[in-house]
């Protein structure tokens, strides 16, 4: 069963580099045709989607794109998710997504997403 785990910290200080990492397990099809999105969700702003790495290229949002950095470790099944500098508006749920595009956003039954992760931008 396919499985994606988002992990990082719980608390970033604002003007840090807020860095979250998904690890994929059980997928054998890890070069395949998928795309790996991150998505959060916060109460300001519902559910947005924040970028993705696939079919060899990645992707962002426009307004978060000149802090976003979203890269692919295939060696390690991972991906991630680096913005930087973080602000206090980045507080909210990060989830990674497998998704058969870059569209997750409403969900689809055919997308697969990890728990999530909180994250706070505090000082």
């Known amino acids: 069963q396919v499985q994606l785990q988002e992990s990082g910290p719980g608390r970033v200080k604002p003007s840090q580099t807020l860095s979250l990492t998904c690890t994929v397990s059980g997928d054998s099809n890890t070069t395949g045709d998928h ?12 559910l947005e989607w924040l970028g993705a790495v696939g079919g060899g290229r990645t992707f962002y949002r426009p307004s978060t794109e000149s802090r976003a950095t979203i890269s692919r470790e295939l060696s390690k099944d991972q991906f991630t998710l680096q ?7 980045d507080t909210a749920v990060y989830y990674c997504i497998r998704g058969t595009s870059i569209r997750v956003v409403p969900k689809k039954p055919e997308d697969l997403w990890g728990q999530g992760i909180v994250v706070s931008v505090s000082s």
């Open 83 to 89: 913005l930087n500098p973080a602000i206090p508006e």
């Open 35 to 46: 795309y790996w999105n991150w998505v959060r969700q916060s109460p300001e702003r519902g």
